[in-house]
């Protein structure tokens, strides 16, 4: 049971990873052919990829075992940490976050691309903070695996959410990373349609579920 969940866990963090990864670099040279400026600077990456990937990956690490672990059968020796089943879910994660992303910083150079880049920086987070419990498991839906039975993922939401304001409120931190002041309501607004990942992933998991009995 404990060699399935370790197996599982790092099937969960290594997929975390490949997937917010190639949305920050998909939406970056897709922005650039298109002729924007550079949605993202280095140091905003930075933050994402050490801070936000960072927390968000440890929790997912402490996944507890589910119920059906010993249900399964054995795994094939051969058998990857990444497989075909991953994806779907990577094509519609990745593409969720890059066709939204770069929307909402079009939409915001008009207003300077300071608060272009902040608003596309807490896109990209909330994102990624979102996800985090649609990797929770790539079968079963949140709800049957209980929202709070990973304290961690609970941990590092709030973690994550709480830095972000942070980062972006704070006049001396905010200087250094370039970031520009969003309004409440921009806030919430960028929050509620990154909070769209989370939706989109759990009705696929349904119709999935359903398609195969």
Same mark, same amino acid.
Request: glycine share 4%.
């Given at each position: 049971e404990e060699g399935r969940t370790v197996f599982r866990n790092v099937r969960r963090t290594s997929f975390y990873l490949i997937t917010t990864n190639i949305a920050e670099d998909v939406t970056i040279v897709t922005s650039l052919i298109m002729g924007l400026p550079l949605p993202? $600077?280095?140091?905003?990456?930075?933050?994402?990829? $050490?801070?936000?990937? +960072?927390?968000?990956? @440890?929790?997912?690490?402490?996944?507890?075992?589910?119920? &059906?672990? $010993?249900?399964?059968?054995?795994?094939?020796?051969?058998?990857g940490i990444l497989n075909r089943a991953l994806i779907p879910f990577l094509v519609i994660s990745v593409g969720l976050m890059v066709f939204a992303t770069i929307?909402? !910083?079009?939409? !915001?150079?008009?207003?300077?691309? &300071?608060? /272009?880049? *902040?608003? /596309? %920086?807490?896109?990209? *987070?909330? %994102?990624?903070? !979102?996800?985090?419990?649609?990797?929770?498991?790539?079968?079963?839906?949140? !709800?049957?695996? +209980?929202?709070?039975?990973n304290k961690w993922v609970i941990y590092s939401f709030i973690a994550s959410l709480v830095l972000m304001l942070l980062v972006i409120y704070l006049p001396w931190i905010? &200087?250094?990373?370039? %970031?520009?002041? $969003? *309004?409440?309501?921009?806030? %919430?607004? @960028?929050? +509620?349609? /990154?909070?769209s990942i989370f939706f989109i992933i759990e009705g696929y998991k349904f119709v999935r579920n359903k398609w195969r009995g």
């Open positions: 993202l $600077l280095p140091i905003q990456l930075l933050y994402l990829n $050490l801070v936000s990937d +960072g927390m968000n990956n @440890i929790a997912l690490s402490m996944e507890p075992a589910h119920e &059906d672990v $010993l249900n399964q059968p054995p795994k094939d020796k051969k058998e929307p909402i !910083f079009n939409y !915001f150079l008009l207003q300077g691309l &300071d608060k /272009a880049r *902040t608003a /596309a %920086f807490v896109s990209m *987070t909330m %994102f990624q903070v !979102f996800n985090v419990f649609n990797m929770r498991s790539l079968k079963n839906s949140l !709800f049957k695996l +209980g929202i709070f039975t905010s &200087d250094l990373f370039q %970031f520009d002041y $969003l *309004t409440v309501t921009e806030l %919430f607004s @960028i929050v +509620g349609i /990154a909070s």
